[in-house]
């Protein structure tokens, strides 16, 4: 069974935290490799900035959801968020992703924890973003919501929405694969929204600092729209008998495993809901359990005496089991709640009132009633 957390190490090598020659000696050889990777994603950036590269215009509208670093920024629920607001309308939407990680045929990651928020709105993977929003819309789409969609600019959009992380909102500023930055900071000021996600991880004064620094970055043109949110779990999920209240885990002892991009803050919503935490195990991102993987966790979590294993539902859609061993095992399911720090909701409000306007006025709607989309969705 691999154990190697490697999204923990990585960033523990690209920060440096990790020390000795050895670890040097690697942030030397990946700031060189970073340099060619800087010159073109900067080349291409330009390249459309000033139209030498041509943009395809969807025939519907086209809602962005990206981010600026690699790694886990909560993407996951803005997308549920956004989807249950535009259906909540009256408008059906698609989510329109690339599919990463996913064998040919199968599901990704990030689609089967959709399926299972949002079993209503379907999912189109396609490397070609182009032709998945085209071919949602040919299904009868309304809307496109374009998942980790803000490096892709050969697809317009309506509305980009970039997902920065309060917990490491920086990504070690630099570059990719020295730093976890997929394009340099100042690339934000392409973006209509700033969602600072896991806003309430940092305290009021973190939060003013990191919009402050993004702002620099941005050359005083940050977003016109700054949004603060909070992730809040809602409940405890099994993979077949539906959901415990999160109760449960007040006082239990709990064993949990992830493989997802930001493991901290999963441990994190365990520790602050009352959980006895016996033990964490993290794994690679997108990781895939095996047999031999699911009985080391069970045989882990026996010897810990633990009453319960949790993970993520990105980790459940994966093992699809309701027990490890003789112990039951629930993800914690989160959602996204908006806050009232940072810019009015009204803002965000009115830039995706802009944005659905077509698809509105298709519908044969009132336009000023797209306003109840950004109430607080059941």
Known sequence: MTLLPDAETFKRLVDGTARGVGPTATRLALAGISVPYGLAIGCRNAAYDHGLLPTARAPVPVVSVGNLTLGGTGKT??????????TARGLQPAIVSRGYGAARGERSDEAAELAILLPEVPHVANRDRVAGVRAAAAAGAAVALLDDGFQHRRLARDLDIVAVDATDPFGGDRLFPRGLLREPLSGLARAGVVVLTRATAVDAQRRSEIRRRLQVACGGRLPPVWVEAAHRPVHLRSATSGTQPLERLVGARVAAFAGIGNPGAFRTSLATHGAELVGFRPFPDHHTYGPTDLQSIGDWATGLRADLVI???????????????DIPLFAMEIALELLPDGDSAASLEALLTAALEPAVLRAGQPVGTVRSLCKEPA
């Open 77 to 86: 629920p803005l997308v549920a968020w956004l989807a249950r607001a535009v």
């Open 311 to 325: 993970t993520t539902l990105k980790d459940l859609v994966k093992v699809r089991a309701d027990r490890l061993g």
